[in-house]
């Protein structure tokens, strides 16, 4: 009768190292330890690929109102985006970000990434329901398509949204270049950078070791493509001494407000965090 039991607890052992989990120890190395019994500001940071708002079959016209809701049920104080049209025909001359913003009341700031597209422009952008400060935008070494970083700056933080392109041996270059750039510009200030953005890269490729050399991963590890099994989405902020603490980091998989197996080629990764 032990038999079974023994062959049964084989068959378990084995399949740890056949089917890993989805967690890998090996990232823990690069991360910090979050600063615990931290009290200050309760910030949410969402980054979402939206698809040029053209997933969604049921909204041939772009579902620019499911998606505002569905953000603004979130709550959140930056939205890093990512596939935005501006005035292309194949989106009906629509300002995307700017017809976003105006449905929850936000504002936002807008970078063409590709300046000469379908008759407009393409690119990536941030909306907030907060007051901004300056933006500034800067390309990347690109090798498909051109690439680049959007900084928004707010009172008491700042955030950079981004979409990497290209080869991994070109997004390394792209996270070498971004950080380079950011540490440049902001070496002395003491608030804290946060970067948002699809990245076309899984946890523990090399363009996020390279990251990791210098950022904190505060988002998580899953998966964030509808019917996808890897992790390409990020929320991160720079290490350069600033105490946090991560109160929250989830895929947002569902809502209340739409199919978010189909608003999108991905989902929203949304972090909420504490600085002082």
Not at 40 to 66: A, M, Q, W
Not at 161 to 185: N, P, S, V, W, Y
């Amino acid at each position: 009768m032990k038999q079974p039991f023994y062959f049964l607890s084989l068959i378990i052992l084995l399949s740890l190292f056949i089917f890993p989990s989805c967690k890998s120890d090996e990232l823990e190395d690069y991360l910090p330890e979050p600063t615990n019994n931290l009290s200050g500001d309760t910030l949410r940071f969402i980054s979402y690929n939206v698809y040029h708002f053209g997933k969604n079959p049921e909204y041939p016209d772009g579902n620019y109102e499911v998606i505002a809701n569905i953000l603004k049920d979130l709550k959140p104080d930056v939205v890093c985006l990512q596939e935005l049209d501006s005035m292309t025909t194949r989106t009906n001359r629509v300002y995307q970000i700017k017809r976003l913003a105006e449905l929850n009341f936000w504002n936002f700031r807008y970078a063409s990434t590709i300046t000469s597209y379908m008759g407009g422009s393409y690119g990536i952008g941030v909306v907030t329901p907060h007051s901004i400060s300056k933006s500034s935008y800067f390309k990347l070494t690109s090798v498909d398509e051109q690439r680049g970083f959007l900084i928004v700056e707010f009172p008491k933080y700042i955030m950079v949204c981004t979409h990497f392109g290209g080869d991994e041996a070109t997004r390394k270059t792209q996270a070498q270049e971004l950080t380079a750039k950011i540490k440049e510009l902001y070496g002395n200030t003491p608030k804290p950078i946060f970067l948002g953005g699809d990245l076309n890269s899984t946890p523990l490729s090399d363009t996020m070791k390279e990251l990791y050399r210098n950022w904190i991963l505060i988002s998580g590890q899953e998966n964030t493509l509808p019917g996808g099994n890897k992790c390409i989405d990020y929320l991160l902020m720079l290490n350069q001494g600033n105490k946090y603490k991560v109160l929250e980091s989830k895929v947002v998989g569902s809502s209340a407000y739409g199919n978010m197996q189909v608003e999108s080629d991905h989902y929203p990764v949304m972090v909420t965090i504490i600085i002082p």
